[in-house]
C-alpha cells in the first residue's frame, strides 16, 4: 500500500532474504494495508550508501506482525553530510504512525543506527506491543519512542550507547510500559 495515490495491500513476507536494496528492505505503508513479516533476513549494505536505508518499515496507518526476522548492517553513510547523530539514522525497524494491531516479537536487529524507531504524530497512537526482540551493537541508541505507546516485554538491548531512548519530540505523548523480563 501507500498512501498517495490511496493503495492498500494485504498478505505475507515469510522467510525470504532481502538484500542489495536502495532505500527500505520492505515497507508496509497506509491505513488499510495488513501484512505478516516473518522469518526474513534484511540486510542492509556495507559499507553504507549514501541514502539512509531501513530494514522494515510499517507507517501511515498500516498493520504489520514482525515477526522473527533477522535485520542488520543498517548504517548511514559518514561520507553522507546529512547522516550522524543530529541527521538521518538508518533504522532495522522503523514504526511510523504504524496502526492498531501491530506487533514486534522475536526480531534480531544487529548493526543498525537505531535498532528499533517508532515515531507517532498522532494525539492518541495504539499501544505497539514489543516481545522477546533482541537488539543490539546500535551506533546511537538500540530503541527510540518519540509520540509512541510501546509496551514491552522480554525484550534485550545490548551493546549501544544508549539502550532506551524515550523522547517527547513527536506528534504525541511518549509513554513507554517496562511490563517485565526486560534487560
Not at 18 to 31: C, H
Not at 50 to 68: D, E, K, M
Not at 152 to 177: F, K, Q
Request: hydrophobic share 35%.
Amino acid at each position: 500500500g501507500a498512501p498517495n495515490p490511496s493503495q492498500v495491500g494485504s498478505g505475507a513476507v515469510l522467510n525470504s532474504v532481502i538484500d542489495d536494496f536502495q532505500k527500505n528492505g520492505i515497507t508496509v505503508s497506509n491505513t488499510g494495508s495488513n501484512v505478516t513479516v516473518r522469518g526474513n533476513i534484511v540486510t542492509g549494505t556495507l559499507p553504507a550508501p549514501v541514502i539512509a536505508q531501513n530494514g522494515i518499515q510499517v507507517s501511515s496507518g498500516a498493520v504489520a506482525v514482525v515477526q522473527s526476522n533477522t535485520v542488520s548492517n543498517l548504517q548511514c553513510s559518514p561520507s553522507n553530510p546529512n547522516c550522524g547523530p543530529n541527521g538521518s539514522w538508518s533504522i532495522g525497524i522503523l514504526l511510523v504512525d504504524a496502526g492498531s494491531g501491530t506487533q514486534v516479537s522475536g526480531n534480531q536487529i544487529r548493526n543498525a543506527d537505531a535498532g528499533l524507531y517508532a515515531f507517532g504524530s498522532m494525539t492518541s497512537a495504539p499501544t505497539i506491543p514489543l516481545s522477546a526482540n533482541e537488539i543490539a551493537s546500535s551506533v546511537y541508541a538500540n530503541l527510540v519512542a518519540e509520540g509512541a505507546t510501546l509496551d514491552m516485554t522480554d525484550n534485550t538491548l545490548t551493546g549501544a550507547p544508549v539502550g532506551l531512548l524515550a523522547s517527547g519530540d513527536g506528534g504525541g505523548p511518549t509513554t513507554v510500559h517496562l511490563s517485565g523480563g526486560n534487560v
